[in-house]
Nanobody, 125 residues
């Protein structure tokens, strides 16, 4: 059974940093691509960053490029999202997801098969 468990969310002031973690079950970690997504109240879920598990390729949404970094630790079956220079508009529920066979569009939510429960990030001005 696929399991993805996020942690690390919280409340910070603008300009601050947070690091999100996503611990993934062994089988699910073999997925071709892992991604971080977010959803703010009243808005659609959007892709933030993605990382392929077999090649050294990462992708970012324009809104976070240069501020967020996605990485993985294969020994720990964990994917991270380091978030720096946070802005109030980064406030959202953040989700970790896995695309079993690889997404057609790495930042498109419907291309992902397994999802965590999410962790809340709140950035105050």
């Amino acid at each position: 059974q696929a399991q993805l468990v996020e942690s690390g969310g919280g409340s910070v002031q603008a300009g601050g940093s947070l690091r999100l973690s996503c611990v993934v079950s062994e089988d699910t970690y073999r997925s071709k691509c892992m991604g971080w997504f977010r959803q703010a109240p009243g808005k659609e879920r959007e892709g933030v960053a993605a990382i392929y598990t077999e090649v050294d390729v990462t992708l970012y949404a324009d809104s976070v490029r240069g501020r967020f970094t996605i990485s993985r630790d294969n020994a720990k079956n964990t994917v991270y999202l380091q978030m720096n220079s946070l802005k109030p508009e980064d406030t959202a529920m953040y989700y970790c997801a896995a695309s079993r066979y690889g997404p057609m569009a790495p930042l498109r939510p419907r291309d992902y098969d397994y999802w965590g429960q999410g962790t809340q990030v709140t950035v105050s001005s």
